[in-house]
């Protein structure tokens, strides 16, 4: 029996129960893949099913094939993985293990919220370095790290691509980072939940194997978010660490396992055109919002499956704009779910998506931007 929504997780969860329950709704709001998958993958999973496999756990870090083609595919054949229960449980280990009080935790803002809600968990202090900024390409700078980092810094989390942003660091700036963190003797969490989708992605990992860590997920590029599987990589002395007490021993899902296996091992042949499908569906949203007096998009092509709308000079709250879209069937994302200090500014658009929900986005645009002007959102939004 539910209990009244008057704790903040219920209310969360019954908002995201509802969005789960509409029938029919186009997902433009988590940078989840919803185009078909290779039939491979099904098929994988369904003959698990037929099998029985996993009536059995899986081996505690991953079935020995998964791992080998994750660090193949992630371009650190050297690196050591283990595979989670989705990138944020690689994350919630990590941090938990990593920080403690007396520490410091070295983020952008805007980053992903979860792992600094970890950090502060385990004690330590977050920094968040502003990078909402044109001057800057909307990333963070070697000068800017330089100079927040001292001898408490224990982390140095680095979403790259970013969400929201869709901005990718190169090899050069992540060398940089990495000369920095060594030099304090920091861990270097590069999170590279998105990189499948960028041009240029290059794993810290490579520049600073002893503390670089690389998170991965199957959520994105692989559309198995409801599937929960991701992994961490690093050097097998600090995978040693994490796996001494990790939040599930006794190992993931054996059907998003095999799904897992079947998407890696068909990426080559399916995951270009998932990619070419992506990039149109940016330039259609791009074009849409030129159209509209006001909104502009700060970062394009954008590295993620995903764009940044501005609606500041469109005399909008995003939360409005979110507002108009949902009894559209629509879900996009407002920017305080990232950050508190740029969110008034923007939405997030997710666009691994198909194309008939990306036309009914930009088709409706502009009607939606003048409702929201007008519209005060009644609910809380997450
Ligand atoms: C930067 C980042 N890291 C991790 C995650 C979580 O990924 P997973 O679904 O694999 O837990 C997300 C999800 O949106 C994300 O944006």
Not at 51 to 74: N, V
Not at 171 to 186: L, Q, Y
Request: with cysteine.
């Amino acid at each position: 029996m539910n209990t009244p929504a008057r704790f903040a997780f219920e209310e969360r969860n019954a908002y995201f129960d509802r969005l789960c329950n509409t029938p029919g709704l186009m997902w433009l709001g988590q940078n989840t893949n919803h185009f078909d998958p290779h039939p491979s993958v099904i098929e994988a999973v369904v003959d698990a099913l037929r099998e029985g496999s996993y009536h059995a756990y899986a081996p505690p870090a991953g079935f020995e094939e998964l791992r080998t083609l994750i660090a193949a595919d992630a371009g650190i054949p050297d690196a050591s993985v283990f595979v989670t229960d989705g990138a944020v449980e690689a994350l919630y280990n990590v941090c938990s293990n990593l920080c403690e009080p007396g520490t410091e935790f070295l983020t952008t803002d805007p980053s992903w919220a979860w792992p600094m809600h970890f950090a502060r968990k385990a004690g330590a202090r977050v920094v968040e370095l502003p990078i909402y900024d044109a001057a800057q390409d909307y990333k963070l700078t070697p000068a800017q790290l330089a100079a927040a980092v001292n001898e408490k810094t224990r982390v140095i989390y680095l979403v790259d691509p970013n969400n929201p942003l869709g901005t990718c660091h190169t090899a050069d700036e992540i060398r940089a980072f990495t000369e920095i963190a060594r030099s304090v003797g920091a861990y270097l969490i590069h999170d590279a939940t998105y990189s499948q989708f960028a041009e240029g992605f290059s794993p810290a990992f490579l520049h600073y194997p002893e503390k670089a860590i690389v998170i991965y997920s199957f959520s994105k590029w692989l559309g198995l978010a409801g599937m929960r599987l991701g992994a961490v990589l690093a050097r097998p002395e600090i995978i040693e660490r994490f796996a001494s007490a990790p939040p599930n021993n006794l190992g993931s899902n054996v059907l998003s396992q095999r799904a897992a296996i079947a998407g890696l091992k068909s990426k080559a042949e399916w995951f270009p055109e998932v990619l070419r499908r992506l990039r149109a569906n940016q330039k259609a949203v791009f074009d849409a919002v030129a159209a509209v007096p006001g909104l502009h998009i700060p970062v394009y092509p954008s590295h993620a499956n995903l764009l940044v709308i501005e609606t500041v000079d469109a005399g909008i709250k995003p939360e409005a704009l979110v507002a108009a879209y949902q009894p559209e069937n629509i879900m996009i994302r407002q920017g305080t779910y990232h950050t508190k200090t740029f969110g008034d500014r923007f939405v997030k658009v997710s666009l691994s998506v198909p194309e008939h929900w990306v036309a009914r986005f930009c088709e409706l645009l502009p009607a939606m931007v003048d409702k929201a002007r007008h519209l005060a959102p009644s609910t809380s939004l997450f």
